[in-house]
Structures are given as structure tokens and as C-alpha cells.
């Protein structure tokens, strides 16, 4: 397996993929409920995994989601979850790349994505998103922000090389309105977000996978990078956060 694969196994048995949770999720989503008029919403989802703000978009809005992922693994999931939930009409799944959409320009009422825009960069995102929004409709995505004006070096120099387009909220924000959106709204995630519903969850599972690559390099490895992402975050989680942008296309 390469370090790609091992890093799917060991996510694909989360509710979800990235910090999030269902709250925030809708939180983001009554930013833009009184301004979304249409009965039949279209809907994408783009970087969706096992799609837990997928389900509940599904169960908050009229229409359909198209939700998308370059895994396989992380679909068939979505799948099992939305047929049990009876929302099998409401969701269709794509395998696909966020940076090559399978869509037509001006497809969709909303562009959803949580903790994925950063795969492609955050600019090029919103950036080559915009084509598939409808005129006035709408972009929600949450992107990595730092969260004070400064920060220890520690921190400062790990997201740089891990993600050198990390940066504040009023610069994120300066981004949309460069790119053709006018911003509705910012909030941050809550801390559960992180502990409870991703990290804790993954930490859960380290033993199990450990065992079940039979204690590989290349699996120990992996386990010991996600330790020491942990580490930072508890150490420096005042300084970064998930941000919710929410925006519409002008
Ligand atoms: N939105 C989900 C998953 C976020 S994790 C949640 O909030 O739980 C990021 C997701 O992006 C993963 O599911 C990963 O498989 C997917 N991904 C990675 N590269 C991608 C690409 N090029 N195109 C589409 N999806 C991609």
C-alpha cells in the first residue's frame, strides 16, 4: 500500500474525514437559508469523503446534493449512510477530482466543501469554483485560518510548509472579493470540532490499524505524523482554526 492508501484506510471508518461537526454544518447553512428562495436546490459537495455535512445538507435543503470525491472507499460509505437514512434520491455520488469537475458552468445554487478546498489551494478553489455557481449563488467552504495577527515560530513555520497558503480571516475574505464573491459571513470551529469529532476518533483507531498493516514503517509512520498534528494542535490551537467562509457570486 503506498502512504496515500494507508492514510484512506485509516480514515475511511470516521463519520468524518476533517474537523466539523453537524452544528457548524448547519450554522454555516442558516447564513444562507432566507436569501435561498428556490424550492429545488442543486447542490454540490466537493471534497465530500464518507459525507457527514453532505447527510446533513441532504436533510436541511429541498433538491439534490452532488457530492464528490476522488475516493472510492469514502463514497461507498456516503452511500450505505444516505440508503439507510432513506436519502438515496437526495444524494448522488461522483467519483471525481475537485480540480477537473465533471460540471457544467453555472450548475449549482450552492458549492459546498468542508476541510478539502485546501487539497487544490485555496485561491485556485474559489477561483475555478465560481464557473459552476449560479449568478448570485453561493460558496461555503471551510479553509485552515490563523486565527490572532501572530503566532510562535513553532507553529508559524509547520503550517507554512504544510500550507503555505494558511493565512488570516481578513485576508481570506480580501481573497472572495478579489475572485468575484461578496462574503456573507466567517465564524470559527469550536474545539469539539477537532477533539471529539476528528481527532479523538482517529487516535481510537491507531491500534487497530497498526495491527492490521502489521505494524509497518510505513503505517507506524503515519500514526506518528497524525501524534504529532495532534500535539500542535493542543499546543497551538489559540493561534489556528478551521474558518467557515460563507460567500455569494456577484
Ligand atoms: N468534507 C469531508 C471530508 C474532508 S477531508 C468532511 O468534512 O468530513 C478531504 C476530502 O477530500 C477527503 O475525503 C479526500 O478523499 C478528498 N480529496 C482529496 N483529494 C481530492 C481531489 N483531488 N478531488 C476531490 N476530493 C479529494
Redesign the pocket.
Same mark, same amino acid.
Given at each position: 500500500m503506498t502512504d496515500l492508501e494507508l492514510l484512506?484506510d485509516l480514515?475511511k471508518a470516521?463519520?468524518?474525514?476533517? #474537523?466539523?461537526s453537524t452544528t457548524e454544518t448547519l450554522k454555516a447553512l442558516n447564513l444562507i437559508k432566507d436569501i435561498i428562495k428556490k424550492d429545488q436546490l442543486r447542490i454540490a459537495?466537493?471534497?465530500?469523503?464518507?459525507?457527514? #455535512?453532505?447527510i446533513a445538507l441532504a436533510q436541511n435543503t429541498t433538491g439534490k446534493i452532488y457530492a464528490?470525491?476522488?475516493?472510492s472507499e469514502?463514497l461507498d460509505k456516503l452511500k450505505i449512510n444516505a440508503e439507510r437514512l432513506g436519502l438515496e434520491e437526495k444524494i448522488e455520488t461522483i467519483q471525481? &477530482?475537485? /480540480?477537473k469537475l465533471p460540471f457544467e458552468p453555472n450548475e449549482f445554487d450552492i458549492i459546498w &466543501? /468542508?476541510?478539502?478546498i485546501y487539497?487544490?489551494g485555496f485561491e485556485k478553489g474559489i477561483k475555478e469554483w465560481r464557473n459552476f455557481i449560479k449568478p448570485n449563488g453561493f460558496l461555503a467552504v &471551510?479553509e485552515l485560518t490563523w486565527t490572532t495577527n501572530s503566532r510562535p515560530t513553532e507553529i508559524e513555520e509547520h503550517w507554512k510548509k504544510e500550507y503555505p497558503e494558511i493565512d488570516t480571516a481578513s485576508n481570506k475574505i480580501k481573497l472572495l472579493e478579489k475572485n468575484g464573491y461578496s462574503p456573507i459571513g466567517y465564524f470559527t470551529l469550536p474545539e469539539s470540532c477537532w477533539m471529539d469529532n476528528y481527532y479523538k476518533p482517529t487516535e481510537d483507531r491507531f491500534k487497530n490499524f497498526l495491527e492490521k498493516h502489521n505494524n509497518s514503517p510505513a503505517a507506524k509512520n503515519i500514526v506518528a505524523l497524525e501524534k504529532e498534528e495532534i500535539r500542535k494542535y493542543i499546543k497551538y490551537k489559540e493561534y489556528f482554526n478551521y474558518g467557515f467562509y460563507i460567500a455569494q457570486k456577484v
Open positions: 484512506v480514515h470516521s463519520k468524518r474525514q476533517g #474537523p466539523g459537495d466537493i471534497g465530500c469523503g464518507s459525507g457527514a #455535512p453532505t464528490i470525491d476522488l475516493f469514502f471525481g &477530482s475537485m /480540480e &466543501s /468542508e476541510g478539502a487539497i487544490m &471551510s
